[in-house]
């Protein structure tokens, strides 16, 4: 199965498409893991001797063995230790609703940030951008938010947004933003100096020295979508020129 995957990394997959395990991948419980099975990533999914493609998008393949399908998929599914881009929209109580962009609210306990006791609450309010990280995601449950790493500290988590902008983009192109060495963070990180917070559901915050530069970012980063790297090239030295 390794090698039918190899072979069709970098192309476009379709949701249905599979890949037969033969005898020497298929592992028993008593077995330890080996360094030659295969990792099924995002987009795909492992059934018995099979493993089924969910997604379409490009497969791609990390060594030794992660694969994974890397889609323009904008459809938000919660997943443990994944950090997102809420918007509180409502207070329940002790429980603040924020929403992610998923099919149902999370919720967020205003325990779950640092220092925060009965009496110290944090300073939260109806619209507020939070970056949190999933502690409950599960298909029969509400999705929970923490603002507060293992040890109880902050680590960039909580509040944020104060006059920037946030945009929504495909969750690919997070993912793409997010890769270690990211050419396409280098280049944007070339052009004007700016902060940036990523959130794993599509949303990303941009703020830079002023409006119009923020508005930039912003629309180059929308633009990457679909264009190439040579063209997205050629387009950010225009910008840094000033030719645009």
């Keep these: 199965m390794l090698s039918a995957l190899k ?3 970098g192309q476009v997959l379709l ?4 890949f037969v395990c033969e005898a020497e991948d298929t592992l028993s ?21 099979r493993v089924l493609v969910c997604v379409s998008g490009h497969l791609r393949h990390k ?13 938000v599914v919660p997943a443990k230790g994944e950090c997102v881009i809420g918007i509180v929209t409502a207070k329940s109580g002790d429980v603040f609703k924020v929403d992610v962009g998923a099919s149902e609210l999370a919720s967020l306990s205003y325990l779950s940030f640092e220092g925060a006791t009965k009496r110290n609450r944090p300073n939260v309010q ?3 951008l939070v970056y949190a990280q999933f502690l409950v995601a599960n298909k029969d449950m ?28 495909s969750l690919g192109l997070v993912r793409r933003l997010l890769a270690p060495g990211s050419d396409l963070m280098a280049d944007l990180a070339g052009l004007f100096p700016s902060e940036m917070v990523l959130g794993l559901n599509g ?3 941009v703020k830079s020295s002023s409006l119009q530069q923020t508005l930039i970012l912003t629309n180059l980063l929308q633009s990457c ?18 030719t645009l």
Excluded: Y
């Excluded at 077995?31 to 001797?49: E, N, Q, Y």
């Excluded at 979508?225 to 000033?242: C, I, M, N, W, Y």
């Design 203 to 205: 949303r990303v915050w």
């Design 29 to 49: 419980l008593s077995a330890t893991a080996r360094k030659d099975t295969a990792v099924c990533g995002p987009g795909l999914r492992r059934s018995g001797d």
């Design 225 to 242: 979508e679909t264009l190439s790297p040579d063209q997205r090239r050629a387009l950010f030295h225009r910008v840094k020129q000033g």
């Design 126 to 128: 109806v619209g507020d």
């Design 142 to 169: 509400e999705p929970e938010l923490v603002c507060i790493d293992g040890a109880g500290r902050a680590n960039g988590l909580g509040v944020f947004g104060s006059g920037g902008l946030m945009v929504k983009v």
């Design 15 to 18: 949701p249905g498409d599979e």
């Design 63 to 75: 060594a030794p063995n992660v694969f994974w399908i890397q889609s323009q998929s904008k459809r």
């Design 7 to 9: 072979e069709r990394v």
